[in-house]
């Protein structure tokens, strides 16, 4: 099996801010593994949160990871990969994408088939309004027209204002995301507020530091309040009960498929809902999640609505509701305009 990877710059349509950071682009790996004529794609998508960065990710790649020349079991290829990924949990998650997308396409199957997931996706995903300037409000939820949800970042001195301009243009359901923006009086009061304007639910509302303040938010709030930065994987899960109703997975931030569906089959144990999130990424890290949507109860698979030059054909949008690709594997495929930059 050869091992391949290039680096590439997703360019934002719009700067992408949230209550820590705003950027115009984000910088990209791509994963390939090819054999038998088959090319499994991955997207690592690291996350300065978390400590992780494009060089430590190229200073591993460079040093030449080894794979058997000719793989007949995955099994192995991911203690290899474990033992060169560490804890860079985004480049983990791209080299397992890389692997089932080409392991699927050998035996002809669609990625969700190899897990007996269904194909249909029940529940829309939200479109994200990211912080940027206020005054770009109308067009932006312009821009989202197809879409039944809205996701608003949070976490300003303005927030009030945000949601009330919001209000202005349209009354679909919003999803509000504080990115740890808040502090513990700020989310009292701001749940309060927003409990009467079709708000469906707050994600971390609180710095993961403050875990333990989130069970007396939990008991004033109205709202559901979901976990994204206080969950990365499943041995996290057990602590939020107390103040969270449920979960935020991340391929990028858990490590993989396999520690995804870890976190679903304990978020079911205590009874938490599962929110499917993402970062901003291609269509590679995006179709990836989407293969195991049917189990999640809110879906934000947004990431690459968010750029101008996604390279792939993948999950796409009909309606507000994720559709995934009908080949095998992940399903993706190559746009003609990219045809000389990337393996096809």
Known sequence: MRLSYTTYRLKCIHPFGISRSSYDYYDRVFIYLEQDGFIGRG??????????????????????????????????????????TINIKSFRSACLNALFDWWTQQNNIPLHEYYNYSSTISQP????????????????IEEAKEYKILKVKLGTSQDKEIIS???????????????????????IKMTEWLSDKNIELIEQPLPADDIGKMGELKNHSSLPLIADENCRTAIDIEKLVKGFD???????????VDEALRMIETAK???LKVMFGC???????????????????YLDLDGNLMIKND????LRIVNGFPVLPEDKGLGLSLKYDYQNEFPE
């Open 43 to 84: 997207e690592a998508a690291p996350s300065e949160r978390y400590n992780e960065s494009i060089p430590q990710i190229l200073e591993i790649l460079k040093s030449h990871i080894t794979l058997p020349k000719n793989v007949t079991n995955i099994d192995e290829i991911i203690e290899i990969f474990d033992r060169h």
């Open 125 to 140: 995903t939200s479109f994200t309004i990211a912080i940027g300037n206020i005054n770009e409000l109308e067009k932006k």
């Open 165 to 187: 301009i919001i209000r202005k243009y349209t009354d679909k359901p919003i999803r509000v995301d504080a990115n740890e923006g808040w502090d513990l009086e700020t989310a």
């Open 246 to 256: 449920g979960i935020n997975i991340k391929l990028a931030k858990c490590g993989g």
């Open 269 to 271: 144990q205590y009874n």
């Open 279 to 297: 970062m901003v990424e291609s269509s590679i890290g995006i179709t990836a999640l989407g293969q195991l949507a049917s189990q999640a109860e």
């Open 311 to 314: 390279p792939y054909n993948g």
